[in-house]
């Protein structure tokens, strides 16, 4: 009697810990959950105002959760239809390998655009450069010449040099505006030139001769930049073929051996080493696009 009283009150007790540890797990996801999704809110918003999207942050992770939901729902759909050794757990891990991999896919394709969207701008700063400098040889003033840049009609640059136009007109000074610029687009070469103009308004130097040596500096750097490009072609190529050649080892093991595979889904052991193996070769892609990568 004392026996089975003493169970019972140990059963009573498990369940009461298991039910607390299950309200902590949860109460910690939550809050861990709440805190990743703020800062992915945050992070978004700067990257839509970098490429002047008007759309709100929350769409784009409504967006990523439903796009996540709906490969994962594919893929499993797909694996379904052409495999002949059905599996819950190979299911369940094709469809959690689809999520991962396509869950961070908008915000990269908004950090694309932000890129191609500041290359776009360090290529018509040379321009600018020139056309600045011919407006100060004209007898205009720098504010003047960054008006003759705004009204044209380049997108990027003259929505920026507009942007900043309409910040000195506010009466922010012109030293102040050419920061929140700089701080804005992240680009090295204007921030040489913001760096130039604010040296040239403080020891009185040259401006037009110094917007002539930028210009060519900067089409020196572009040069060097897509002659690098042009050398490191192969390795990126090679980044990306080491990147997929597991998976589609992986895709063509299934077909060829279904069994050797299934020994792989349908253990821990296997999983693991599956894991394993996806996290050595985005280290090895990662490692390799690093080298690849050649800052000047």
Do not use: H
């Not at 760096?195 to 060519?216: D, K, P, S, W």
């Amino acid at each position: 009697m004392m026996l089975e009283y003493g169970q019972m009150i140990a059963s009573l007790c498990a369940g009461v810990s298991v039910m607390f540890a299950t309200l902590v797990i949860v109460e910690f996801a939550s809050f861990a959950s709440s805190r990743y999704k703020e800062r992915y809110l945050r992070d978004t918003a700067v990257e839509l105002d970098d490429v002047f999207l008007q759309m709100p942050a929350g769409r784009i992770f409504d967006l990523t959760i439903a796009l996540s939901g709906l490969s994962a729902f594919i893929s499993v759909i797909i694996f379904g239809l052409s495999s002949t050794s059905w599996s819950w757990p190979k299911a369940a891990f094709i469809a959690a390998m689809a999520a991962v991999v396509t869950f961070p896919a908008p915000r990269l394709y908004l950090k694309f655009l932000g890129k191609r969207r500041l290359e776009k701008f360090n290529e018509q700063l040379e321009d600018a450069l020139n056309s600045m400098s011919s407006a100060l040889k004209a007898g205009f003033s720098i504010n003047q010449a960054i008006e003759v840049i705004a009204s044209e009609n380049r997108n990027p640059i003259s929505v920026e040099f507009r942007l900043l136009l309409q910040e000195i007109r506010l009466g922010v000074p012109l030293e102040q505006a050419l920061e929140n610029m700089v701080k804005r687009l992240g680009s090295e070469d204007f921030e040489l030139v913001a760096t130039a103009i604010l040296t040239a308004r403080q020891t009185g130097g040259e401006l037009t001769v110094i917007f002539e040596r930028l210009a060519g500096m900067i089409r020196e750097r572009m040069r060097i930049s897509g002659k690098l490009r042009a050398l490191t072609a192969q390795g990126r190529l090679q980044s990306y073929i080491v990147g997929a050649m597991p998976f589609l080892l992986m895709i063509v093991m299934n077909y060829i051996a279904p069994d050797m595979m299934s020994a792989f889904f349908n253990s821990m052991a296997g999983i693991l080493l599956i894991l394993g193996a996806v996290m050595l070769v985005v280290m090895g892609f990662l490692v390799i696009r690093k080298i690849t990568n050649i800052d000047i």
